[in-house]
């Protein structure tokens, strides 16, 4: 199972249905990456939630989605890296996505990011999706 595969299905699904929110188990790198989407204008709103069971409490992500004259902020979605196929990319090979009206996150040595902000680091690492 890939959990950021999982989140972005869940998040172009809940649009295709024209879902206000969806709501995703929470850890760290979706949290970096949920925010990533905000930034980029794909989603209106992030918010780190705790909900209470029987005896732990677990935590999850509500994610808004964001909509343009009535059709979702997001067009398509393509999972680079897999957990079978890691994908790497050089600081040079990073190119702007759709003509630039797309945005590819990268996984590098100093953090989750836009390929925008790998390239102006100049930092590779391994290009987990692109989403226009």
Known sequence: MD???NMLTQIK???????DQTVVPFSKMKWKIASILKEA?????????KKKAKKAEHEYLELGLKYV??????????IVSRPSRHMYAKSAELKPIRSGFGVAVVSTSKGIMTNK????????GEVLFEIW
Do not use: C, F
């Not at 204008?41 to 939630?49: A, F, M, P, Q």
């Open 117 to 124: 902000e790998a390239r102006k680091e100049g930092v590779g």
């Open 41 to 49: 204008g794909y989603l209106s709103r992030v918010d780190r939630k």
């Open 69 to 78: 004259d009535g059709q979702g902020a997001i067009n398509g979605i393509t």
């Open 13 to 19: 699904n809940a649009q295709m249905v024209a879902a």
């Open 3 to 5: 959990p950021i595969a």
